[in-house]
């Protein structure tokens, strides 16, 4: 049974940190591309940052680089996202996914997670 758990979120000030984890099971973790999502209450889903199988490649959106960094643990079969200098902006349900398909800013994934709520209050 493919499982992918956030854990993480929660609610702070604009310019504080928080780093989020995804704990995947069920699947060949070390294989997948991993990336991260939101979704903002009234908006569409848009893609934060994926990484490639063994982590030496990275993508961001334009509106979180240089704030969040996205990291994996093979090992540990998890996924993490460091975000830094939050905005009120960034208020979002924050899910991760997985796909075999190589790293990239588009296109579909196969798993998802239920997603952690991220509140930023300015």
């Known amino acids: 049974q493919v499982q992918l758990e956030e854990s993480g979120g929660g609610s702070v000030q604009a310019g504080d940190s928080l780093r989020l984890s995804c704990e995947c099971s069920g699947f060949t973790f070390r294989v997948y591309t991993m990336a991260w999502f939101r979704q903002a209450p009234g908006k569409e889903r848009e893609f934060v940052s994926s990484i490639n199988k063994s982590g030496s490649l990275t993508y961001y959106a334009d509106f979180v680089k240089g704030r969040f960094t996205i990291s994996r643990d093979n090992a540990a079969n998890t996924v993490h996202l460091q975000m830094n200098s939050l905005e009120p902006e960034d208020t979002a349900v924050y899910y991760c996914?997985?796909?075999?398909?190589?790293?990239?800013?588009?296109?579909?994934?196969?798993?998802w997670g239920q997603g952690t709520q991220v509140t930023v209050s300015s």
């Open positions: 996914a997985a796909r075999t398909a190589v790293a990239g800013m588009g296109g579909p994934y196969s798993f």
